[in-house]
C-alpha cells in the first residue's frame, strides 16, 4: 500500500520560510518522479514542482520559481519544498505526489498516489 504523508506546514508571515516534507512508502521512491502542488480555497490544483527519479528539478509556473525549491533524500524517502519569501497568495492546501512514471510531465494526470496535504497560511 502506498502511502503519502505532508508535513511542515503552519502560520507564517510574509517574507517568511517553511520547509515542507513528504515521507513515502510502498513504492520504490528512488525510481519515482515525484511533485509538489497545491490547492488555494476556490481554485484549481496548481502545479508547483517535480522532481524526476534522477533528481532532475522542473519548475512551470514562474510565479513560485526561484522562491521555492523541491529536493528529495533518497536514503530518508523523503521529498522537500523549500517555501522562501512566502506570500499571502501562496496560502493553501500543498500536495505531494508520486509518478508511475520515473519522468513525469508536471501535469496533475500524471501523478498517481497523493497525500492528504498540508496547509500553509501567509499573514500580511
Known amino acids: 500500500q502506498v502511502q503519502v504523508v505532508e508535513s511542515g506546514g503552519g502560520l507564517v508571515q510574509a517574507g517568511g520560510s517553511l520547509r515542507l516534507s513528504c515521507t513515502v512508502s510502498?513504492?520504490?521512491?528512488?525510481?519515482?518522479?515525484l511533485g509538489w502542488f497545491r490547492q488555494a480555497p476556490g481554485k484549481e490544483r496548481e502545479e508547483i514542482a517535480c522532481v524526476t527519479w534522477t533528481g532532475v528539478p522542473e519548475y512551470p509556473s514562474t510565479s513560485v520559481k526561484p522562491r521555492f525549491t523541491i529536493s528529495k533524500d533518497n536514503d530518508k524517502k523523503t521529498l522537500y519544498l523549500q517555501l522562501n519569501d512566502l506570500k499571502p497568495e501562496d496560502t493553501a492546501v500543498y500536495y505531494c505526489a508520486v509518478s508511475k512514471f520515473p519522468i513525469p510531465i508536471l501535469r496533475v494526470r500524471d501523478f498517481h498516489y497523493w497525500g492528504q496535504g498540508t496547509q500553509v497560511t501567509v499573514s500580511s
Open positions: 510502498g513504492v520504490d521512491f528512488g525510481d519515482s518522479g
